[in-house]
Structures are given as C-alpha cells and as structure tokens.
C-alpha cells in the first residue's frame, strides 16, 4: 500500500495563507493523479486539486484564484498553497490518490480559518 503523509495544517485568520505538505511513501507506479481532498463537519468530503503525472492541474470554483497544486517530484510530495482563506474553508484536509483513492485516508491535517 501507499501511505500519504500529511502535515501543514493549523489556525488561521480570514485572509491568511497556509501551505499543506503531501509525501508519497511506498510505490506510486499505480498512481496517475495525486489530490488534495477535505471534509468538514456535516458535510461530504470533496475534492479540492488535483495533479497529474503530467503536471495538468485542476480545482473546482470555490478555490481556483485561490488554491494551487504543486510538486516536487525529487521530493516525492505534493503541495496545496492556500491563499485568502476563508472561514468556510475550515475542514480536515487529505491527500490522496485521483480518480481511484486508497481506502485509508490517515488523519489528515485541521485546517481552521477564523473570522
């Protein structure tokens, strides 16, 4: 199995920034996308960005103008830039692979945004 090692999360204020860190352990070769996924209370976990082993990327609109995948392939990780957050973004946030993700999604890492 994969294990997708999350970190970066914390508190923060309306307006702020927050880099999340996603680092691929074990064998990715399976793999054609890594994505950013979140979930708040009471609602369904969603998908948040995505990035292809070609480097394409892809978020829906409540983030993109916001929100940017990256990669570093050297360093096996994945990275979520978050800017001018909102407190609606709060959630637990999860890497994880895209289309097909891995049925453990570990512990995530809390994003919260204060008003």
């Known amino acids: 199995q994969v294990q997708f090692v999350v970190s970066g999360g914390g508190l923060v204020q309306a307006g702020g920034s927050l880099r999340l860190s996603c680092t691929v352990f074990g064998s990715s070769v399976s793999i054609n996308a890594i994505a950013w996924y979140r979930q708040a209370p009471g609602k369904q976990r969603e998908l948040v960005a995505t990035i292809s082993s070609s480097g394409g990327t892809h978020s829906p609109d409540s983030v993109k103008g916001r929100f940017t995948i990256s990669r570093d392939s050297a360093k096996n990780t994945v990275y979520l830039q978050m800017n001018s957050l909102k407190p609606e973004d709060t959630a637990v946030y999860y890497c994880?692979?895209?289309?097909?993700?891995?049925?453990?999604w570990g512990q995530g890492t809390q994003v919260t945004v204060s008003s």
């Open positions: 994880n692979a895209d289309p097909e993700p891995f049925d453990d």
